[in-house]
């Protein structure tokens, strides 16, 4: 990704995005996720070409009222890291900037590849969780 390309979609997502954590099923931690939201599907499209996720049409209830609406929902680890390094000296929202920094600076540390926590590591995932969701 070009450094014009990734300036342009840091401010996509200063606007119109999230950098949250998130999670796939009910029972599992969480994951950090990116999503963006537009009623322009080619927008999307171009962003998801640069940097992947997928594509969901959200259901129109009122269509003679409002535009068809999207969301680009960016989950792969790899893609969300990928993504966040490229962008995260370009967030111009202090909350959206510290997020970012704050997955890619403790994320890896209390999350283990295979899934399986001790109690403690557990505790110390939890701990990020709630120490993410308190950043202003």
Known sequence: MEKWEAAYIAGIIDGEGSITLTRMHAHENRRPCITI????????????????GSIINKKNYKPDIHKNSFTLNIKQKDQVFNLLMSINQLLRVHQKRKRAEFILSHYNLVTKRNGKYTQMELEKKKKFEEDFFELY
């Open 37 to 52: 939201s537009s009623t322009d599907i080619e927008l999307l499209e171009y962003i998801q070409n640069l940097a992947g």
